[in-house]
């Protein structure tokens, strides 16, 4: 903790130009650390243009940035301003570097992106390393495959950075399920900054009045979820597929289409659901934790935090994993299908219902998650507490057990 100052912060910064993942990462952590240390408060950075969807516990807050969006090409675009992208861009970095300065943070923890977007956050990193700020890169358990994650690396300069300005490099997950720097060649200085911290686990939130659920809640169903949407079309096309093909799979199922999914699809999908009297469809809902917890089985991408909450929830999974652009979810959800957390179908491209059909009778028959043993699977927030423990509470921090480290 910053000498001379009695409360502890810390400042968590998610470029989040696309999607629910990162920032459902981010708020997940902010929250589990709000409730360990009582004088901490939490800043999350975000350019979600959905972030104030989302419920925030005492003394954690957000500031969102202005939105761009990756086309396909690769190329940047403002979300919702007409200015020039460069100009964006500057506004962002002007935005994450004030704040910093401002808010003065104990930690600073980086999700995902070392640099940020377009090294949007490489000047905050170096002063916050001048002003002695503990700086963290935060990775999910899955990257990319090595190929590809490689030159993106060499070609965004990460190394310097990995190797002069972190100070830890924490990755949400275990190494016998998935290494998400597996090819990259790094100096040992960086390998013994890293520390694989176990799965984030979530829980379902008991503060407040309970959420509004759909009807079809009231009775077993099955959760299909997308995350944020915007690449799960064929997921929602296949499972109305099955449901339109044989109407008497043994579960109704709830379609969760995600806030980024174009808008005629959302519609078409709709009315599809509407002409069924065993599916429901919603478009968002923020504690999707809820949901999942009373489905009898859920139907998902494989994104790491649907992972998350269905290891911590014990639910039986089918994964329908995304390979494009990124082969991140096959990684996860084929490792996890060895060990026999998950099952998994392929998407072939053909969506025959007949296949998802068989696919959903078999889920309500499979294992649940908690009938295989992994150890430390689910320690992923209790390893994060005791690696921010000695910057914030250092009398309490020598009550508290090291965490394995690799080297």
């Known amino acids: 903790m910053i000498s001379g100052r009695k409360d502890g912060r810390i400042l968590i910064y998610s470029h989040d130009t696309f ?46 940035v202005p939105g761009v969006i990756k086309l396909r090409n ?22 994450i570097r004030h704040t910093a300065e401002i808010f003065d943070p104990d930690i600073f923890i980086v999700d995902k992106e070392p640099l940020g977007l377009r090294g949007e956050v490489l000047e905050t990193l170096e002063m916050l390393k001048q002003r002695g700020t503990r700086l963290v890169l935060g990775l999910r358990d899955v990257m990319d495959e090595p190929k590809l994650l490689v030159p993106e690396w060499r070609r ?10 972190y100070d830890e490099i924490w990755i949400y997950g275990l190494p016998q399920i998935c290494d998400p720097l597996e090819g990259i ?15 984030l686990p979530r829980e379902v939130s008991t503060r407040g009045a309970p959420p509004r659920l759909p009807e079809i809640t009231k009775r077993p169903y099955i959760l299909v979820t997308t ?4 690449d799960g079309e064929s997921l929602i096309d296949w499972v109305l597929r099955a449901y ?105 491209g053909s969506y025959d219902p007949a296949v998802m059909a068989t696919a959903l009778r078999a889920l309500t028959h499979q294992n649940k998650p908690s009938e295989v043993v992994v150890p430390g699977l689910l320690e992923g927030l209790t390893n994060v507490a005791r690696r921010v423990a000695p910057w914030l509470e250092p009398a309490e921090s020598e009550a508290l057990p090291a965490v394995s480290r690799i080297g």
């Open 227 to 230: 995350g944020g949407g915007g």
């Open 185 to 199: 060649a790094l100096p040992t200085r960086v390998r013994q900054k890293i520390t694989y911290t176990g799965y």
């Open 244 to 348: 339109e093909h044989d109407p008497l799979l043994p579960y109704p199922a709830l379609l969760v289409l995600g806030p980024f999914m174009q808008p005629e699809r959302q519609a078409e999908f709709m009315d599809r659901a509407s002409r069924l009297k065993r599916v429901d469809t919603i478009t968002f809902h923020n504690h999707l934790e809820t949901l999942v917890a009373g489905a009898a089985g859920v139907v998902a991408m494989g994104g790491y935090n649907t992972f998350c909450e269905v290891l911590s929830l014990d639910k039986r999974a089918l994964i329908i994993p995304r390979t494009t652009p990124r082969l991140e979810q096959f990684i996860r959800a084929s490792s996890a299908a060895r060990l026999g957390l998950v099952s998994m179908l392929n998407d072939d």
């Open 156 to 165: 965004k300069n990460v190394l310097p950075a990995l190797r002069d300005l």
């Open 19 to 64: 999607g629910l993942g990162h920032l459902r990462r981010c708020r997940t952590i902010a929250h589990s650390l709000v409730d360990r240390f009582k004088h901490l408060s939490v800043l999350i950075l975000s350019g979600s243009p959905i972030i104030g969807s989302f419920d925030f516990r005492s003394r954690v807050d957000f500031v969102r």
């Open 74 to 95: 690769g190329e940047y675009t403002a979300l919702n301003l007409h200015i020039d992208v460069e100009q964006m861009l500057q506004m962002r970095a002007s935005i």
